[in-house]
């Protein structure tokens, strides 16, 4: 059973840095697309950035381009969202996802909070 467990969340100042962790377990990594989605309160889910499974093809929401990177280690079968020039509507819970032909899985999430 494919599991992705998120990390690397917290409260930061406008403009400063996170860097958003996902392990992942259960799955052949490799042939996972890795994405990154956020949702804040009382808003619908956002897809942020997306990754194919070599880690040479990203997408991003016009909100993260220029400002996070998405990458990949498979042999780690870690997905990371660095996020810089953070903004105070960034904030939202940040959660991996996994998408293998049609099954898709989720991890919990992590806060993000930007703040001063």
């Known amino acids: 059973q494919a599991q992705l467990v998120e990390s690397g969340g917290g409260l930061v100042q406008p403009g400063g840095s996170l860097r958003l962790t996902c392990t992942a377990s259960?799955?052949?990594?490799?042939?996972?697309?890795m994405s990154w989605y956020r949702q804040a309160p009382e808003k619908e889910r956002e897809l942020v950035a997306t990754?194919?499974?070599?880690?040479?093809?990203?997408n991003y929401a016009d909100s993260a381009k220029g400002r996070f990177t998405i990458s990949r280690d498979n042999a780690k079968r870690t997905v990371y969202l660095q996020m810089n020039s953070l903004k105070p509507e960034d904030t939202a819970v940040y959660s991996c996802?996994?998408?293998?032909?049609?099954?898709?899985?989720w991890g919990q999430g992590t806060q993000v909070t930007v703040s001063s």
């Open positions: 990754i194919d499974t070599t880690g040479r093809r990203t």
């Open positions: 259960g799955f052949i990594f490799g042939s996972g697309i």
């Open positions: 996802n996994v998408r293998i032909g049609t099954a898709i899985a």
